[in-house]
Each structure stands twice: as structure tokens, then as C-alpha cells.
């Protein structure tokens, strides 16, 4: 079946710009989670969502990050007026449940501001 | 809080060679702990986990054991091929609603 999907895959912005990153989970996934990954370093938590409701955004850098998942189903990952340190590829995981099932990660979105 | 230290790569080993990649973690209440896999060009795969003290994930030839008392969770394979060479990620998932925490990832490249 359908993995997770992202897109765009790459983006290049130029610092000052709004980007939007999107994410389609698995099909019937309750949760969702968004994570950024700097070069080199392993994944960092932002957000998680559980169907609609964002129930953690504790990791997320700044007010200038901002995500959303209107209907429970895909999600989107805004970033306003990105600068140079937020270049980094952005990871989408899903999961049946709420805690103890396995994550399934998307291939990411890979962000470069200039 | 919650933490991983994973060792640094990058490890260069030949084919059927002993794998060992050391993980430790610092965790408040009772963490499950997974080993990640990145291929290149591809998304972070699962490869094994434990959910308990002295559980024993194992997957493709992979094990890792939870070790609660030296708070480690050590990813060994006993012969290694070409097509392991990937990026290993160990993590941990606190108590808190499924967020993973993640070590900086350890490069391994196997040799023919």
C-alpha cells in the first residue's frame, strides 16, 4: 500500500520567503508527526498531531513555524520568512495509533534557503 | 529529560565483519528504544525495537538488547554485507504522546 508522502521533495527559498510543506499519511493514521533534520544530525521533534487537534508544538523553533491538519488527513508545514538556519530536511511520520504503534516516516522534504 | 548519545561514525568495515554501534540514553519514566535505518535516497525505515528492560529486538540479523542498568541499547550484527551500508539511527520514546527522541545517526559503509 501507499507509504507516506511528501512534497515538493526539494525547495530552495530565498530568505524572507514563506514556504508550505506538505504531508500525506498513511491512510486511516491517527497521528502525525513533523520533524526537522539538520545536516549530519539525527531527527528533531516540532509537532504532533492526533486527527485534528495539535496536542504537542513544543519543538517548534519559532513563532514563524506553523502546522496545520484542517480534516485529520494530510498536513501542511508553514515557515514565514525563512532564514539561512532553517535548512534542513523536513520529516512527516505517521502512525495507527497513539503511542505504542510503529511510526512510518516519509522521505522528507529537503529545504534550502539562500 | 530525555536523550540519546549514539556513537560517532563514520564506521568503514569489510564484508562479514562484527558490527557493534553503541547507544546509551537518559530517560525519566520508562522509554521503549528503536534502532532506525536510512538508505541512501531513502526515508528512515524501522529496523528493530524493545518496549522493556532486558527485551531483545532483532530483525535482517540485527539484535539489540535493553539493558536498563548501563542505560544502553547497543546494535551488534555478526557478519555484515555491502547492502547494510546505510545510516543508523537509535531512539527513544518517552511517555509523552509518541515523540521519538534520536541519536545524531552513525554512517556505516561495508566493503566487499
Known amino acids: 500500500g501507499a507509504g507516506v508522502s511528501q512534497s515538493p521533495r526539494y525547495k530552495v527559498a530565498k530568505r524572507g520567503q514563506d514556504v508550505a510543506l506538505r504531508c500525506d499519511p498513511i491512510s486511516g493514521h491517527v497521528s502525525l508527526f513533523w520533524y526537522q533534520q539538520a545536516l549530519g544530525q539525527g531527527p528533531e521533534f516540532l509537532t504532533y498531531f492526533q486527527n485534528e487537534a495539535q496536542l504537542d508544538k513544543s519543538g517548534l523553533p519559532s513563532d514563524r513555524f506553523f502546522a496545520e491538519r484542517p480534516e485529520g488527513s494530510v498536513s501542511t508545514l508553514k515557515i514565514q520568512r525563512t532564514q539561512q538556519e532553517d535548512s534542513a530536511v523536513y520529516l512527516c511520520?505517521?502512525?495507527?495509533?497513539?503511542?505504542?504503534?510503529?511510526?512510518?516516516f516519509g522521505p522528507g522534504t529537503r529545504l534550502t534557503v539562500t | 529529560g530525555n536523550s540519546v548519545t549514539q556513537m560517532e561514525g563514520p564506521v568503514t568495515l569489510s564484508e562479514e565483519a562484527f558490527l557493534t554501534i553503541n547507544c546509551t540514553y537518559t530517560a525519566t519514566g520508562y522509554p521503549s528504544l528503536f534502532w532506525y535505518v536510512q538508505y541512501p535516497g531513502e526515508g528512515l525505515q524501522l529496523l528493530l525495537k524493545a518496549t522493556k528492560a532486558d527485551d531483545k529486538g532483532s530483525n535482517k540479523g540485527f539484535e539489540a538488547t535493553y539493558r536498563k542498568e548501563t542505560t544502553s541499547f547497543h546494535l551488534e550484527k555478526g557478519s555484515v554485507q555491502v547492502s547494510d551500508s546505510a545510516v543508523y539511527f537509535c531512539?527513544?520514546?518517552?511517555?509523552?504522546?509518541?515523540?521519538?527522541?534520536f541519536g545524531r545517526g552513525t554512517q556505516l559503509t561495508v566493503w566487499p
Open positions: 511520520a505517521s502512525s495507527q495509533g497513539i503511542e505504542s504503534y510503529e511510526q512510518y
Open positions: 531512539a527513544l520514546r518517552g511517555s509523552t504522546l509518541g515523540r521519538l527522541y
